[in-house]
């Protein structure tokens, strides 16, 4: 089985931009979770979409968002970009529910300039 | 707030020796807990998990015990090899958040040959 693709895996923009990230998640998987990874924070949870419905959020701001379409694959989006926006967007995929475990995709570098 | 903690930023053992890896948490709320295993560039791995019915799981190499009195989860690697170099992160979910993950800062393991 194919895992989680993630594109593009890098990207460089500049401030006031905005972004968009992909995820493909494992065949079969309808849940999708992102997160964002800096040297400072660490892992932190941005949101969770399930049947094309965002069913978990994190506490970030307005700018990020994201949605599901109907093959369960996912994008977000940054808007407005800032320079703490630079980190490592890690997408991960599970069944379905808080018992099954998340794999994630190799994630998308982004740098914003 | 930091409700998971890994408190040792990084651990050195010995190739053949135990590697024990710990983590603390704070919510009364989670009930189910996760390890990964992060090289660099790439996304986190599963290792394993637990649920808060048990106070141990094994998985070939891998045990992790849970102490629930003491919100303490510890990762035995037995025996250590060198591959096993890496990030360990461990993340705790509960029923009420599917999707969502809270991880710890990580711990770097180095397992000398």
């Known amino acids: 089985k194919a895992g989680v693709t993630q594109t593009p895996r890098y990207l460089i923009k500049t401030r006031g931009q905005q972004v968009t990230l992909s995820c493909s998640p494992i065949s079969g998987h309808r849940s999708v979770s992102w997160y964002q990874q800096t040297p400072g924070q660490g892992l932190q949870f941005l949101f969770e979409y399930f049947s094309e419905t965002q069913r978990n959020k994190g506490n970030f701001p307005g700018r990020f968002s994201g949605r599901q379409f109907s093959n369960s694959r996912s994008e977000m989006n940054v808007s407005t970009l800032e320079l703490g926006d630079s980190a490592l967007y890690l997408c991960?995929?599970?069944?379905?529910?808080?018992?099954?475990?998340?794999?994630f995709g190799p994630g998308t570098r982004l740098t914003v300039l | 707030d930091q409700q998971v903690k890994q408190n040792s930023p990084s651990l050195s053992v010995q190739e053949g020796r135990i590697s024990i890896l710990n983590c603390d948490y704070t919510?009364?709320?989670?009930?189910?807990f996760l390890w990964y295993k992060k090289y660099p560039a790439e996304g986190p791995t599963f290792l394993i998990s637990?649920?808060?019915?048990?106070d141990k799981n094994e998985d070939g190499r891998f045990t992790v015990f849970l102490n629930k009195s003491a919100k303490h989860l510890s990762l035995h690697i037995v025996p250590s090899q060198p591959g096993d170099s890496a990030v360990y992160f461990c993340?705790?979910?509960?029923?009420?958040?599917?999707?969502?993950?809270?991880f710890g800062q990580g711990t770097t393991l180095q397992v000398k040959p």
């Open positions: 993340a705790a979910t509960s029923s009420g958040n599917t999707g969502k993950l809270i």
């Open positions: 919510n009364s709320m989670f009930d189910y």
């Open positions: 991960a995929s599970s069944l379905a529910g808080p018992r099954n475990e998340q794999f």
């Open positions: 637990i649920s808060s019915i048990k």
